[in-house]
C-alpha cells in the first residue's frame, strides 16, 4: 500500500486529461485508500508539441515533445507518475525512468472523418486530407496517390474544428481516443488494420514513473496487463532496431492469441512512393526478440533508401 499522496502528471488536453482520470479511477478501485481527499492530485503539465501547432513533429524534436516535460517533472520529483498515449513515447526512455504499467490495449484502428465521404475511396480526386503524421500521409498516398495531404495538427477537439472550418477535406484520428473524449460518433467510418497500420503502441496507455519508486512501480501492477505489455514490446523492440522516429514513418501491430504474437511492420517513403513490410510471429515470452527480427528485416528490406532518411 502506498504511504503518501499521488501526484500524477499528464498533458492538458481533453483527451490526456480523460486518459489520466481513467487510470486514476483504475488506481482508486486497486487501493480505496486512495479515494480519501488530498491522495490523488492531478497535475496537468503543458509540453512543448502543445504549443507548436504550427510546424511538424519532425521539424521540432519529434514525437518526445509530448512527455519532455512530463519526463522533466518525474525526474525532479514534482509528480510521481505520468499517464501517455504509448504511440507518443520516445523508443528510448531518460536514465532513472521506466515504464511501469502497460494498460489493457484499446481498439488501435483509425477513424475516418469527413464532410464529403465515408472512406478513403470515396474521397474525389484531388481532396485534401489534413495530417501531420508521416505514417498516416504515407500510408493514405501509398493508396490514392492522387489525394493531397495538407498539415494539421492540435488535439483531437481542435482537428475536428479545423475539419468543421474546411481547412481540410478529411483526417484521420485514433479511434479509441475519440471514444475517450466521447466524440466516436464524428466519425464517418473505420478503418481496418488491413487497410492501414497503426502507429507503434497505438491504443494503449503506459504509466512512467521513477525506476527507484518500488512502492509504487508495485502498486501499479494490478492495473496492468501483460498480454498488452508483450504486445508494446514487441512493437517498441521494432522501433528501436530501425532507430525510429519522427522523421521515418514506420507503422506497427502486435496481435496476440493463444500465448503467441503475430507482429506486422511497415516501412515507407514519406511521400508513400515505396513501402517495405516484415511479418513474423512467435511465443508471447519472445516478444522483444520477435520485435527486433522485424525491424532488423525492414532495415534490410529498406537498405540505402531507408538509411538516408535517417540522415
Not at 502506498?2 to 479511477?25: K, W, Y
Not at 467510418?189 to 514513473?209: F, S, T, W, Y
Request: net charge neutral; charged share 25%.
Amino acid at each position: 500500500m502506498l504511504s503518501r499522496p499521488l501526484r500524477i502528471g499528464t498533458r492538458s488536453s481533453p483527451m490526456a486529461m480523460a486518459q489520466t482520470h481513467l487510470v486514476r479511477d483504475r488506481l482508486v478501485a486497486a487501493h480505496p485508500a486512495l479515494a480519501e481527499p488530498g491522495a490523488v492530485e492531478i497535475a496537468p503539465i503543458t509540453t512543448v508539441a502543445d504549443k507548436v501547432l504550427d510546424r511538424p513533429l519532425s521539424a521540432i524534436g519529434g514525437k518526445g515533445l509530448f512527455t519532455k516535460e512530463l519526463e522533466a517533472a518525474l525526474l525532479d520529483g514534482r509528480i510521481d507518475l505520468a499517464v501517455h498515449s504509448m504511440k507518443d513515447v520516445e523508443t528510448w526512455l531518460p536514465a532513472g525512468l521506466v515504464l511501469a504499467c502497460i494498460l489493457p490495449r484499446d481498439d488501435p484502428r483509425e477513424a475516418f472523418l469527413s464532410p464529403a465521404a465515408s472512406d478513403l475511396d470515396g474521397l474525389p480526386p484531388g481532396a485534401r486530407v489534413g495530417t501531420s503524421s508521416l505514417r498516416r500521409s504515407a500510408q493514405v498516398l501509398l493508396r490514392r496517390p492522387d489525394l493531397r495531404i495538407v498539415p494539421l495538427r492540435g488535439n483531437a477537439n481542435t482537428r475536428l474544428r479545423k475539419l468543421a472550418e474546411g481547412a481540410c477535406d478529411a483526417t484521420l484520428l485514433a479511434l479509441c481516443g475519440l471514444r475517450r473524449i466521447g466524440l466516436a460518433d464524428e466519425a464517418r467510418g473505420v478503418i481496418e488494420v488491413d487497410a492501414m497500420l497503426p502507429a507503434p503502441g497505438q491504443g494503449a496507455l503506459g504509466i512512467e514513473c521513477r525506476e527507484a519508486d518500488e512502492e509504487l512501480i508495485a502498486a501499479l501492477q494490478p492495473l496492468a496487463c501483460p498480454v498488452s505489455s508483450a504486445s508494446l514490446a514487441a512493437e517498441r523492440a521494432l522501433l528501436a532496431a530501425l532507430d525510429g522516429s519522427c522523421r521515418t514513418p514506420v507503422a506497427a501491430l502486435a496481435e496476440p492469441g493463444s500465448g503467441r504474437l503475430r507482429l506486422r511492420g511497415l516501412l515507407f517513403m514519406p511521400d508513400g512512393s515505396r513501402s517495405w513490410a516484415a511479418d513474423v510471429g512467435g511465443p508471447l515470452a519472445d516478444a522483444v526478440p520477435l520485435g527486433r527480427e522485424a525491424g532488423e528485416r525492414l532495415r534490410r528490406e529498406g537498405g540505402a533508401t531507408y538509411e538516408a532518411l535517417l540522415r
